[in-house]
């Protein structure tokens, strides 16, 4: 098969820029996919502009009042099940 020297040289042009993209990527995303960070801890975006950093003691209370707040658990309206045990019991 006949191939021109364009194709050839815009071929490995992109498979250049494909394993850069590769490279860049698992750069940033490795060490989260190997669980050695997790993902919201964001050492390397010191550039944007995020809520101000909270002192350790202030961390915790935030994530106290947090976990506290996920764990309340509501009541359930299960009506229909019970419709469905009294049809079971005649």
């Known amino acids: 098969m006949q191939v021109s020297e364009q194709h050839t040289w815009w071929g490995e ?21 190997l669980g050695w960070r997790h993902p919201w801890e964001h050492d390397h975006d010191d550039d944007h502009h995020h809520a101000p950093h909270l002192a350790p003691d202030q961390q915790k209370q935030v994530w106290d009042d947090f976990s506290s707040k996920a764990m309340i658990q509501k009541e359930v309206d299960d009506d229909d099940e019970e419709e469905d045990d009294e049809d079971d019991d005649e």
């Open 13 to 33: 042009a992109f498979g250049v820029v494909c394993w850069l993209w590769v490279f860049h990527r698992a750069r940033n995303d490795l060490p989260v996919l």
